[in-house]
């Protein structure tokens, strides 16, 4: 055993995010605070996040960017500890960083900036942290007993941390589940979120050749959503609006897409055929999409008029072409699953824990902080949020 003591007033389990910067906070109110973490380094997820850059929060947070059985249970923790809250505190450190689309905030420079900020705030406040430590068991009596390979430690409290399954390369568990069944509470299924698309037909070769290409689109599924940018890949779809309808998708389903939104496609044939008589219906199409697409769709959908001009082609069949382009329907066949989602959906079930203070009902002293909670964002620094603001509405209780 390494540790010099054994006995805190709070023990976090689970070194990433929500677990370090709910530790930062509760040392500055002067409790003595370990936090546990089983692989060799804490913050890694942080580090490779936002592409190196960190998307640390967003300049528009609501509930409604957010998926849970309960719409508004993470209410009071996002109006607890805001987005702007956050930027205050990333702006003291002189942290670089600018907007992106949709109010998206990155590091100019680095992840590692925030990674960094968060072990100095801890550093400040005398936190411990244990690393390569596995917990085997934990006891509830007084306060809390808990087993580790590095020895037993004692806590009055006891937050659990533990992020989801995404990524599994980096050692996630299902630990943080098995402790909220082990104290009586519920868990809401998980499954990968944020995650891309995968194709079995026609569409996954098609997707292979044209890899690489992204356009903004409109992508549904149901009744939601997203205009972003698509990315064709070697296995079927990603990008953005893929990422956040995956959130929505429920296997089987297909999901619609129109390749020009804004556009009325019927309406400006018809003007076409005015004022561009001689143009193919491929040279007007390859003005609005890239060739490759308008080519390997002309091959499956409209072969035999890709070479017309645009007079030669009958309104009715220029408006099935039209409808094609706008309600293009895909069937994938799954999502690329843990292995690159960037979030699990589900997790520790709302109704059991306070909204105020992220404490278990069943359990007192018990508290769930983080991606381990059934509260997924959507795509845009929205997961980071959640992460300080479940944080802050534990650490407030726990000082
Ligand atoms: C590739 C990628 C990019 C992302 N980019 C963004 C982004 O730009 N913006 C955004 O908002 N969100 C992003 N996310 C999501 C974001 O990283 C998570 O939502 C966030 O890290 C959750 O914080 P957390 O503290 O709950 O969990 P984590 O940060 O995952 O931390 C959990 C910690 O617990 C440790 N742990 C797990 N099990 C145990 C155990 N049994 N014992 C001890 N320790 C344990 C883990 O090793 C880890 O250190 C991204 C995710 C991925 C995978």
């Not at 006891?139 to 941390?161: H, M, Q, R």
């Not at 698509?230 to 893929?242: K, Q």
């Not at 959507?378 to 509405?393: E, I, T």
């Amino acid at each position: 055993m390494t540790l010099a003591e054994n006995d805190y007033d709070v023990i976090i389990i689970g070194g990433g995010a929500s677990g370090l910067f709910c530790a930062s906070l509760i040392g500055q109110c002067g409790s003595r605070v370990l936090v546990i973490e089983h692989t060799s380094k804490v913050g890694k997820k942080i580090l490779m996040s936002g592409g190196g850059r960190c998307n640390f929060t967003n300049l528009q947070v609501e509930a409604d960017n957010y998926i849970c059985a309960n719409p508004h249970f993470c209410k009071s923790a996002l109006n607890g500890y805001t987005q702007w809250d956050f930027i205050a505190l990333v702006d003291s450190y002189a942290i670089k960083w600018h907007e992106r689309d949709h109010g998206q905030l990155f590091c100019d420079d680095s992840a590692r900036e925030i990674l960094d900020m968060l072990l100095s705030e801890c550093g400040k406040a005398g936190v411990k942290i244990e690393t390569r430590c596995e917990v085997t068991q934990i006891t509830a009596d007084e306060g809390y007993t808990i087993e580790t390979g590095k020895g037993t430690l004692t806590s009055n409290k006891l937050v659990i941390a533990t992020g989801g399954l995404s990524i599994p390369t980096m050692n996630t568990t299902p630990f943080g589940y098995q402790v909220a069944e082990q104290f009586g509470m519920r868990i809401k299924s998980t499954r990968a979120g944020l995650v891309p698309f995968m194709f079995s037909d026609w569409f996954r070769e098609m997707s292979e050749e044209l890899s690489g290409i992204a356009i903004e689109v409109t992508i549904s599924t149901g009744k939601h959503a997203f205009t972003e940018n698509i990315l064709f890949t070697h296995r079927g779809l990603s990008g953005p609006a893929v990422l956040q309808l995956s959130n929505y998708w429920e296997p089987g389903e297909p999901v619609r897409i129109d390749l020009l939104p804004g556009d009325n496609l019927e309406h400006s044939f018809l003007e076409d055929k005015q004022t561009n008589p001689k143009s193919s219906l491929r040279q007007l199409l390859i003005q609005k999409l890239p060739k490759k697409l308008v080519d390997l769709l002309a091959q499956r959908y409209w072969k035999d008029e890709t070479a017309l001009s645009i007079t030669e082609i009958p309104n009715r069949r220029l408006a099935e072409i039209a409808q094609t382009l706008h309600h293009w329907e895909l069937k994938p066949a799954s999502t690329e699953g843990y292995r690159t989602a960037e979030v699990t959906l589900g997790g520790v079930d709302t109704d059991d824990l306070s909204s105020k203070t992220m404490e278990s009902k069943t359990q007192s002293g018990l508290y769930f902080i983080g991606e381990v909670v059934d509260v997924t964002g959507h795509l845009g620094g929205y997961n980071f949020q959640w992460a300080w603001s479940s944080a802050y509405a534990a650490a407030k209780d726990l000082c």
